[in-house]
């Protein structure tokens, strides 16, 4: 965070070339901001900030925090999902608090790509930043929304779950329609529908389950 205070201002000649010193954030009055989808997290402990002698102020704190994000599943495990991050002050209204991205989206996506996890679940593909105003009680306040795209990487479902799935399908129906008798069909249709039950089971766990429409391949 950035921002300027025109009474914290000083001559670094009259003060042994001092340009600029760490202060308390309880020192001088600091934005309130807050993380609308924000359901957990952990305040940061590092409250300092830096006061420069123009009066320019630089905060950075760490944030760890858990959002909310509504997903849509059905194309899983190939699907592509977009959360949002928005950040607002509604302790004062946009005539006198309004706040702005310093950087552009692109320098952010590259900055963001540095520190996300490269090789977790998911891949992190675009970033976007809206700014807007809303408006509540008839009073209009900043927002700042960062949309996050990130992409699941499908290879481990493909190896655990739909490779084993279209086996199954594919023996059924090679049993069904082969030269068999019918008590070696009826031995091995049970056998395959234990399979397939214990299949269930384990997807049952794996698949997501926060969103409206199941995915295509808990259907089947």
Same mark, same amino acid.
């Given at each position: ?58 905060? %950075? ?33 946009? %005539? ?28 992190? %593909? ?95």
């Amino acid at each position: 965070q950035e921002w300027q205070n025109p009474f914290a201002t000083w001559d670094p000649r009259d003060f042994c070339n001092i340009s600029e010193i760490v202060l308390p954030m309880d020192t001088y009055w600091s934005p309130p901001v807050f993380v609308l989808e924000r359901v957990n997290g952990q305040n940061p402990e590092l409250n300092y900030m830096v006061l420069t002698h123009n009066g320019s102020f630089n905060s %950075t704190r760490p944030f760890q925090v858990t959002l909310t994000c509504s997903l849509i599943i059905l194309k899983f495990p190939f699907d592509t999902q977009m959360c949002n991050l928005s950040i607002a002050s509604f302790l004062y209204p946009v %005539t006198d608090f309004v706040m702005k991205t310093r950087r552009t989206p692109a320098e952010m996506m590259k900055d963001s790509q540095s520190f996300f996890l490269t090789d977790g679940e998911w891949k992190f %593909t675009n970033l976007s930043i809206i700014e807007y105003t809303e408006i509540i009680d008839d009073k209009g306040f900043s927002v700042v929304t960062y949309v996050i795209s990130i992409e699941r990487r499908p290879t481990l479902y493909i190896l655990n779950l739909i490779l084993p799935t279209c086996a199954l399908y594919l023996l059924d129906m090679a049993v069904l329609f082969g030269p068999s008798s019918l008590e070696e069909k009826i031995n091995f249709q049970i056998a395959i529908i234990l399979g397939s039950s214990m299949l269930a089971v384990i997807l049952n766990n794996s698949l997501p389950t926060s969103s409206n429409k199941p995915p295509i391949i808990g259907t089947h």
